[in-house]
């Protein structure tokens, strides 16, 4: 096979440390408002990494620059190695997003909304149609492929759209409080598909919540208070001095945490 010497090294050729994501010394204000002040991460590959942060933490605006809603004026973001500024679409076709407000087509079948979504990627139908088989066979819901995204509940549908974001097969994929509204079941079952995405596949997950329940000793955690990273390590090392990672999370946003009872 040839390949045009500008053309992106496939990511089999990338050193092998590349992190899935690196956010590095990002700023972003709305107005006078600081949302994220000198923000640096990283999702190393194969990670399960959450974001944890309290409303207005600045979660959100993160990911909004990550995706290119924002543009990033000051530091840099890299998904895979690849400048989401210098090299948008070399890194964009390396992530997928589910973002918190619901975006599926109720009135079109889950195999539709797939779909739309692979020829939006460039895909052809026989290839869209044969991965978007793989991709809800891996969340279980082959089954439901010819029913109307309507007759879903609310954790399938998010189950759906994590299918969907994985699509075009990214490396890197961002959730932004997925588990909002959905039952204990449906949240577990939810967290279990995205574990598994990690595990079987290597993908970098970021995860974005302020529930402490979903996090898991040996997950990575970004602790992000007022637009600021207030601690970054695994959820084992952030507790250990305070006992629990619900104390130290309290300890480190104060009164602005909002710990579940
Ligand atoms: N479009 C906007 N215009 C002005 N201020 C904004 C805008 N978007 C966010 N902000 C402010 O930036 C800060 C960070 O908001 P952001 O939505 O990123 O936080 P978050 O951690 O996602 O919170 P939540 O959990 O409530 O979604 C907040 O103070 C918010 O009020």
Known sequence: MTESPTAPLPDARLPAREPALAVTDVTHSFGSRKALDRVSLTVPAASFTALLGPNGAGKTTLFSLVTRLYDNRSGTIRVLGYDVRRQAAAALSRLGVVFQARTLDLELTVQQNLLYHATLHGMGFAAGRRRAGEVLEQAGLAERARDKVRTLSGGQMRRVEIARALIHRPRLLLLDEPTVGLDIASRAALLAQ??????????????????????????????LHRGRVRAEGRAGE?????????????ALVGEDAEVPA
Do not use: C, K, N
């Open 194 to 223: 995205v574990r598994a995405l990690v595990a079987e596949e290597g993908i970098g997950v970021l995860w974005a919540t302020h529930i402490i329940e979903e996090i898991l000793p040996d997950d990575r955690v970004v602790v």
């Open 238 to 250: 952030i507790s250990a001095g305070a006992g629990t990672l619900a104390a130290a999370f309290l």
